[in-house]
Each structure stands twice: as structure tokens, then as C-alpha cells.
Nanobody
Framework: QVQLVESGGGSVQTGGSLRLSCVASGRIFTLNTMGWYRQAPGEQRELVASITSDGSTIYVDSVKGRFTISRDNPKNTVYLQMNSLEPEDTAVYYC???????????WGQGTQFTVSS
């Protein structure tokens, strides 16, 4: 079983920066996609950013140019660097890992992130 543990949640002022981290442990496959989802109150969960094992990235339009996703494969860790933060970024952020060529997806517990004006 794969376990994902997020860290870095909290609060920051508008325009500030913060980095989220997620460490995966357990039975990790070489070919996988790791990413971050978020869910704001009253909203559906949405994909924020994802990154494949070879570094290919995808971002939701609202965070392009502000957020950067990266990963450290030997450490099985994915990061989300968030800059120029806005109140609209406030949400619970979830780390996820999908094993490529399969339908298996694993989720972290989620971490609350709040941007205050």
C-alpha cells in the first residue's frame, strides 16, 4: 500500500509564498504521476498541478505562472511552490499519486491552506 503525507499547510498573506511537500512511502512504482488537488468550501475538487516521473507537467489555468510543481524521485517527494498567492487559492490541498498504465490512484490526508487579504 502507498501512503502519502503532506506538509506545509497553514496561512499566508496575499502576495506571499509557501511550499507544500508530499512524501510517498510503501510500494512505489517507477512510472507514476504525482500531483496536487484542491477543494474549496462548496466547490468540487480540482487538479492544481501534476508531474510525471520524467518531469512533464500540467497546471490548471488559474495557477500558471504562479505555481511550480517539482519532484525528487530518489526521495519519492513532490513539491508545490506557490508564489503570488491570492485569497482564491484558499482550500484543502491533497497530494495524489497515480501509477502509470493502471487505474490505481492514492491520496494523502489533505492539508488546509489559507490566504488572507
Amino acid at each position: 500500500q502507498v501512503q502519502l503525507v503532506e506538509s506545509g499547510g497553514g496561512s499566508v498573506q496575499t502576495g506571499g509564498s509557501l511550499r507544500l511537500s508530499c512524501v510517498a512511502s510503501g510500494r512505489i512504482f517507477t512510472l507514476n504521476t504525482m500531483g496536487w488537488y484542491r477543494q474549496a468550501p462548496g466547490e468540487q475538487r480540482e487538479l492544481v498541478a501534476s508531474i510525471t516521473s520524467d518531469g512533464s507537467t500540467i497546471y490548471v489555468d488559474s495557477v500558471k505562472g504562479r505555481f511550480t510543481i517539482s519532484r525528487d524521485n530518489p526521495k519519492n517527494t513532490v513539491y508545490l511552490q506557490m508564489n503570488s498567492l491570492e485569497p482564491e487559492d484558499t482550500a484543502v490541498y491533497y497530494c495524489a499519486l497515480s501509477v502509470q498504465l493502471t487505474t490505481r490512484t492514492y491520496w494523502g490526508q489533505g492539508t488546509q491552506f489559507t490566504v488572507s487579504s
